[in-house]
T-cell receptor, first 109, second 115 residues
Framework: GQNIDQPTEMTATEGAIVQINCTYQTSGFNGLFWYQQHAGEAPTFLSYNVLDGLEEKGRFSSFLSRSKGYSYLLLKELQMKDSASYLCAPMDSNYQLIWGAGTKLIIKP | ETGVTQTPRHLVMGMTNKKSLKCEQHLGHNAMYWYKQSAKKPLELMFVYSLEERVENNSVPSRFSPECPNSSHLFLHLHTLQPEDSALYLC??????????????FGAGSRLTVL
């Protein structure tokens, strides 16, 4: 079956760095997405990785290892506004997104 | 604003009521989606429309009935719902279906409570 595993909740300090891990098992693979969702708001697109390696986009970076079925989202210089849920979603061979339950990130001053 | 607008944002209904959720996108996308989001659970894909044609129906109970009159509008008609249907219903759109880098743009959702 298809399965996504990411931590339920993480806590970090303002100004620090946090890494949110995601492991996945899918039928085929066509890339992996990360979305951010603030409470009561729409999920918004953060990143898409289809090749192995690190993609950097400002304070946020996303890493993919296809052979290990593993991705992480790295957030640097944390700000209070980064408090949100982070959703990992690989895409299977039918181009269907398989969603994780999300990681709630709490930033403390 | 994401370019995808959902109304109403909040809805409370009894089990015998009939109501509809509306979604409108201003992005020129060709695909639209309904998702159900329950607390601490993954997003559940309900329906997918591509160029107004339904291409996905993930074993959703018939008390949920989608309608896509054109590529900019999507409805979810609700009737005789159950309390376990209480959830956040998210609409999304994307440029197309069936390709890799196909980014979904979501609306803010309609919070449904069934009494």
């Amino acid at each position: 079956g298809q399965n996504i595993d990411q931590p339920t909740e993480m806590t970090a300090t303002e100004g620090a760095i946090v890494q949110i891990n995601c492991t996945y098992q899918t039928s085929g693979f066509n890339g992996l997405f990360w979305y951010q969702q603030h409470a009561g708001e729409a999920p918004t697109f953060l990143s898409y990785n289809v090749l192995d390696g690190l993609e950097e986009k400002g304070r946020f970076s996303s890493f993919l290892s296809r052979s290990k079925g593993y991705s992480y989202l790295l957030l640097k210089e944390l700000q209070m506004k980064d408090s949100a849920s982070y959703l990992c979603a690989p895409m299977d061979s039918n181009y269907q997104l398989i969603w994780g339950a999300g990681t709630k990130l709490i930033i403390k001053p | 604003e994401t370019g995808v607008t959902q109304t109403p944002r909040h809805l409370v209904m009894g089990m015998t009521n009939k109501k509809s959720l509306k979604c409108e996108q201003h992005l020129g996308h060709n695909a639209m989606y309904w998702y159900k989001q329950s607390a601490k659970k993954p997003l559940e894909l309900m329906f997918v429309y591509s160029l107004e044609e339904r291409v996905e129906n993930n074993s959703v109970p018939s008390r949920f009935s989608p309608e896509c009159p054109n590529s900019s509008h999507l409805f979810l008609h609700l009737h005789t719902l159950q309390p376990e249907d209480s959830a956040l219903y998210l609409c999304a759109s994307s440029p197309r279906t069936g390709s890799g880098a196909n980014v979904l743009t979501f609306g803010a959702g309609s919070r449904l409570t069934v009494l």
